[in-house]
């Protein structure tokens, strides 16, 4: 039997509007944010897909997006878990930061390494192994039992938590997560075996 995984970075936030570091911060979606996530929901209404059990963060945005995408699957009652797991990286020190001001302080390659790289956390943050340290054991004891049980799960949630999960589903390497970018609103669907292998994976 293949369950389904559908992954959803949220909405555009008002700081991702500002270029601000977010990480544990929780700023709320801007206008097209909401946009977003409400097209991100007709997409998955289109694939005549119904959710059921959701997850999402302890964030707004994240929580937000998951509500805006039920909605327009009228779905607006589901079983939905917050689970600060799933969170956003913690950008520790450059949280509220700007992320232009961050580029001229210390220059574009350090600023990249913090945002991208997997194993180096800016100063007082999380790195993406840290992160996935908390999202991946989350997933493999809370999320993916129902999807193997042939259930179809939704998980709203940010970039960097998507991008640890996404590179354990998709068996990155350290070096060529550094590339992977989500965009906000974006759909990804994965069917998983029955054996948790990954059966097929479609970006929306
Ligand atoms: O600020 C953040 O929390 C994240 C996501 O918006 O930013 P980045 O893309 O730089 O990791």
């Known amino acids: 039997m293949s369950g389904t995984l559908v992954l959803v970075r949220h909405g555009q936030s ?13 700023p709320e979606l801007t206008e097209q944010g909401v946009t977003e996530a409400k097209a991100a929901g007709t997409k998955l209404a289109a694939r005549g897909l119904k959710f059921d059990l959701a997850y ?87 999320v993916q039992p129902h999807v193997l049980r042939g259930e179809t799960v939704l998980v709203a949630a940010h970039g960097n938590s998507l991008r640890a999960l996404i590179m354990a589903l998709d068996g990155l390497t350290g070096e060529e997560v550094v590339s992977m970018e989500l965009g906000t ?3 990804i669907v994965y069917k998983l075996n029955a054996d948790s292998t990954v059966a097929s994976k479609e970006t929306l």
Request: with cysteine.
């Open 56 to 142: 999402t963060s302890d964030l707004k945005r994240a929580q937000n997006t998951c509500a805006l995408i039920l909605g327009e699957l009228a779905q607006d009652s589901l079983k939905t878990i917050r689970n600060q797991a799933l969170n956003e990286r913690d950008y520790g020190d450059l949280s509220g930061l700007n992320k232009d001001d961050a580029r001229a302080k210390w220059g574009e390659d350090q600023v990249h390494i913090w945002r991208r790289s997997y194993d180096v956390p800016p100063p007082g943050g999380e790195s993406l192994r840290d992160t996935g340290a908390r999202v991946w054991p989350y997933y493999m004891h809370e």
């Open 185 to 187: 609103g974006v759909p």
């Open 14 to 26: 008002d700081w991702n509007l500002k270029n601000l570091f977010t990480g544990w911060r929780d």
